[in-house]
């Protein structure tokens, strides 16, 4: 048994009809929303994904699928706090997450540290274990094209 686990996350979502997009747990007004079961919070997907997989306990999917109307419209928050719960039930605590959130628009770089209270109070951690930054796809593929927005995203677990 190892003392440190590493897991990534990836997700994506397309824009729909909508007046704003969730990243990290913070409300962000926007010309468009996003097409998903959930709120569509591509931050906090990817490093639910991220954190189930230095688990080794499948995926997203797996824990809350599209299928289940339980979670329709469900604050993404919701799944953080339940993947925190998962990390203490098994003796691990996170170390550091690292998320990149990639999109042209809406800009992210101001809500950055709201994001990142956010994740850090849902995990239990010091804010300081928690990276939140952005990248533009500089006008290539579905992110440059306007078509939507992704968020990749890297925790280290240690042993508690």
Not at 59 to 71: A, K, L, Q, T, Y
Not at 99 to 123: G, I, Y
Not at 129 to 148: D, Q
Request: with cysteine; net charge negative.
């Amino acid at each position: 048994m190892t003392d440190v686990r590493i897991g990534q996350g990836y997700d994506v979502h397309a824009f729909g009809d909508g007046d704003h997009v969730v990243l990290g747990g913070v409300r962000i007004a926007h010309d468009r929303g996003v097409l998903a079961h959930s709120d569509g919070d591509v931050v906090i997907h990817a490093l639910c994904d991220a954190l189930l997989g230095a688990l080794a306990l499948g995926d997203i999917g797996v824990h809350f699928p599209p299928s289940d109307d339980r979670w329709k419209d469900c604050d993404s928050r919701e799944f953080l706090r339940h993947c925190a719960g998962l990390l203490n039930e098994r003796g691990w605590r996170l170390g550091n997450a690292d998320v990149t959130v990639v999109c042209e628009r809406p800009k992210v770089a101001a809500h950055a540290p709201a994001m990142r209270a956010n994740l850090a109070a849902d995990l239990g951690v010091s804010v300081d274990a928690i990276s939140v930054k952005a990248t533009t796809s500089e006008k290539l593929g579905f992110t440059g094209r306007g078509e939507g927005l992704a968020a990749t995203a890297v925790a280290l677990l240690v042993r508690a």
